[in-house]
């Protein structure tokens, strides 16, 4: 058995600004976009490994949460895993049909911070600030070498809190 935690991530062409180094006083300047197309991002992350599997999608809904739950499952085909997941609709819609070898484990509503998986869809979108791509296909190709570049370390180390670490060598997951 394996605890997985699961989210989505909205990436658009919207500029992410940000802190910039500048002398006292004196605001950043940075190109900004204000266009309005996106992309998702699918992400399962294992807290005590750092393993992780993503999976890109143009909506978020109960349609592509079946296919990433399906990629998942056969990514990770020799483990029973326990996901956690936050309470969106898609999350719970009747018609989904969860694989055998997974289990969703529903997180408290309005919870956002008790899932570690946010803070890495924090950690690419802070490396992403100031990036003006002009298409959809320049933003995918600039979060592609950020997840080349991510590591099961990295990852860990975002995500291990000690709190589900002890909890995880309790339980002998």
């Known amino acids: 058995m394996r605890l997985f935690c699961q989210d989505e991530s909205r990436f658009g062409l919207k500029t992410i600004t940000g802190r910039r180094i ?3 006083g004196v605001k950043p300047v940075g190109k900004v976009r204000w266009q309005f197309k996106a992309m998702y991002w699918y992400g399962v992350v294992e807290p005590a490994t750092g393993e992780y599997f993503f999976w890109e999608c143009s909506h978020c809904n ?3 949460f079946q296919i990433f739950l399906n990629l998942v499952a056969q990514q990770y085909s020799d483990s029973i895993l326990i996901i956690q997941v936050d309470q969106a609709g898609w999350h719970k819609a009747k018609r989904l049909q969860v694989p055998e070898n997974i289990i969703l484990m ?3 509503a309005h ?3 008790s899932n570690p998986i946010e803070q890495v869809w924090q950690y690419l979108k802070k490396r992403l600030r100031w990036k003006s791509p002009n298409t959809l296909d320049e933003l995918r190709e600039l979060l592609r070498e950020q997840l ?3 590591t ?3 990852i860990a180390s975002i995500t291990g809190r000690a709190s589900i670490l002890e909890a995880l060598s309790v339980a002998r997951l």
């Open 22 to 24: 500048t002398a006292r």
């Open 62 to 64: 109960s349609d592509c």
């Open 106 to 108: 529903f997180q408290p």
């Open 111 to 113: 919870c956002p911070e």
């Open 148 to 150: 080349l570049v991510l």
């Open 152 to 154: 099961k370390e990295t």
